[in-house]
């Protein structure tokens, strides 16, 4: 391990679990057989990613609008009933449990927000480096008091079945599949989709630290973010770092008309539907050490 990881906070460990997970969804994609595929198994896989079990409904529904925007930042109010479906959507996205998440997320927004960040919780770092430390390592904070998680949250019965569960759901997810349409079509819409996920999640999480363009300083902060155009698009909205930093509890991660975000859109009809209610926007919640620059900013990559 890296000793300039070392922090007094708590322990910067190899996790077996992400690592050995990770390359569980990897590996079997060297088997799926793409010439064997006719149009209709091209239907059915498009169907499965897109409409059905996939991204719509795992990343769009499951991770962002609700575990994201609903479980973390309570940027919305909603039924239990549809908590525990946001939640169960995200373990079918293969990213892991939701408990886990929740901690992390707390985690890298207290000590983002702070000037003393560990290196483990900073972007300053390469690409390569960042795949092995956000993919590989975890961080075990020596107390957890400290990052101020809602207890109705740590103790959840349905956030706790599925940390206890979530890789059981996900098998099972995936026996049933593969009764339902084979062993490729499986894979596809399984391990390619969730490595895909899994891989796409952590570079945009990175790139939105890096490069961009930002409207807001945050202030005694370590990280501001960054918002870029095309991976906001395809990552319903996640991609728009430094609104998100800006305005932490919106529910609205855009704040152009140029900047699209799926999840808003999600999020808007859900509400339109009465599923959600006390949507929070970005009217009035402009978060206290914000300050706007007075012009857009921009860091580019260096060549």
């Known amino acids: ?16 679990i992400k690592t050995l997970w990770l390359y569980t969804m990897l590996f079997p994609i060297l088997f799926i057989d793409f010439s064997s595929l006719n149009t209709q198994d091209i239907f059915l896989n498009i169907l499965l990613l897109f409409l059905t079990v996939g991204i719509f409904l795992t990343v769009g529904i499951g991770h962002s609008v609700g575990l994201h925007r609903g479980v973390i930042h309570k940027s919305y109010k909603t039924s239990k009933a549809f908590r ?27 000590w983002q927000n702070r000037n003393d960040c560990p290196r483990y919780f900073q972007y300053k770092h390469s690409l390569i480096t960042d795949y092995y430390w956000n993919l590989h390592l975890t961080f075990i904070p020596k107390d957890l008091s400290r990052y101020q998680i809602p207890k109705e949250d740590l ?17 099972i997810f995936m026996i049933a599949l593969y009764l339902l349409v084979g062993f490729n079509s499986m894979l596809i819409a399984t391990c390619l989709r969730t490595s895909t996920i899994i891989l796409g999640h952590w570079y945009i999480g990175y790139a939105s630290h890096k490069y961009g363009y930002s409207r807001h300083k945050i202030k005694g902060a370590d990280e501001s973010g960054f918002n870029d155009v095309l991976l906001g698009l395809i990552s319903f909205g996640e991609g728009f770092h430094n609104n998100h930093h800006s305005y932490p509890t919106s529910a609205k991660f855009s704040s152009k008309w140029y900047e699209i975000d799926f999840g808003w859109m999600i999020t808007w009809l859900l509400r339109k539907f009465k599923i959600i209610t006390s949507v929070k926007t970005q009217k009035g919640n402009l ?3 914000a300050i706007a620059y007075d012009f857009t900013n921009w860091k580019l990559p260096k060549l």
């Open 1 to 16: 391990m890296n000793k300039n990881l070392k922090t007094p906070f708590g322990k910067i460990q190899f996790s077996w």
């Open 84 to 110: 525990k479906i946001s939640l169960y959507l995200f373990v079918l996205t293969g990213l892991g449990s939701p408990l886990n998440w929740l901690k992390q997320h707390y985690f890298r927004d207290y």
């Open 155 to 171: 103790n959840d019965s349905a956030i706790l079945w599925l940390h206890k569960t979530w890789q059981l759901q996900y098998i």
């Open 287 to 289: 978060k206290p050490t």
